[in-house]
């Protein structure tokens, strides 16, 4: 089963402009990633935030976590054509099995030049 | 590159049949966890493996089965193929059960089930 949504399902954007994307669970985590997919390809690691943290960036990316609302957003800043992929949010919580990590269903970004 | 390897990149079988599915960690990394992706779907969990253990499992029949070596690649056994079964497989290492940890993924393993 899927841990959380991502919101919206589908973005269209133009380069040079800012893409936001949100992710919405349902259980208590340690901590929330998020990943990139190329094409059906595999995931690449974007960002790692922990319960404890509500806000973190690397380079064009702005990850913030609200642990009260069970949301996280991820910004991407300054769009290029090579963002296009799919980002999936996934989380890791003491009551999931090992550390599996649960992923939401994903939001396609469409960058166009 | 994440130092991830799988093998095969694309299978097809036919329905009943078995399947095994491999994957080489991450050097260092001692965990590897294996997902299903369905077209249009998130990647969900299968198993994980922790030094040659299973350290969790996710909603699936036991018809899915894995395997750890001692160098810590990995197996994914799928015995009684059926039409559903058709997805992305991907392999994910980490390092000590990955908890707080970046998960590294392979390419995937594309299955067709006939």
């Known amino acids: 089963s899927q841990q959380g949504e991502e919101d919206p399902q589908a973005l269209s954007i133009q380069e040079g402009e800012n893409a936001t994307m949100n992710c919405s669970y349902k259980t208590s985590i340690n901590n929330l990633q998020w990943y990139r997919q190329n094409s059906g390809r595999g995931l690449v690691h974007l960002i790692l935030i922990r319960s404890n943290e509500r806000e973190k960036h690397s380079g064009r990316l702005r990850v913030t976590l609200d642990t009260s609302k069970k949301s996280s957003s991820l910004l991407i800043t300054a769009s290029r054509a090579a963002d296009t992929a799919s980002y999936f949010c996934?989380?890791?919580?003491?009551?999931?099995?090992?550390?599996?990590?649960?992923f939401g269903k994903g939001t396609t970004l469409s960058v166009s030049s | 590159e994440t130092g991830v390897t799988q093998s095969p990149t694309h299978l097809i079988k036919t329905r009943g049949q078995q399947v095994t599915l491999r994957c080489s960690s991450q050097s260092g990394h001692n965990t590897v966890s294996w997902y299903q992706q369905a077209l249009g779907q998130g990647p969900q969990f299968i198993f994980q493996y922790y030094r040659e253990e299973e350290n969790g499992r996710g909603n699936f029949p036991p018809r899915f089965s894995g395997l750890q070596f001692p160098n810590y690649s990995s197996e994914l056994n799928v015995n009684a193929l059926e039409l559903d079964d058709s997805a992305l497989y991907l392999c994910a290492s980490s390092l000590d059960g990955g908890e707080g940890t970046e998960a590294f993924f392979g390419q995937g393993t594309r299955l067709t089930v006939v």
């Open positions: 996934a989380t890791d919580g003491a009551d999931q099995a090992g550390t599996a990590l649960i």
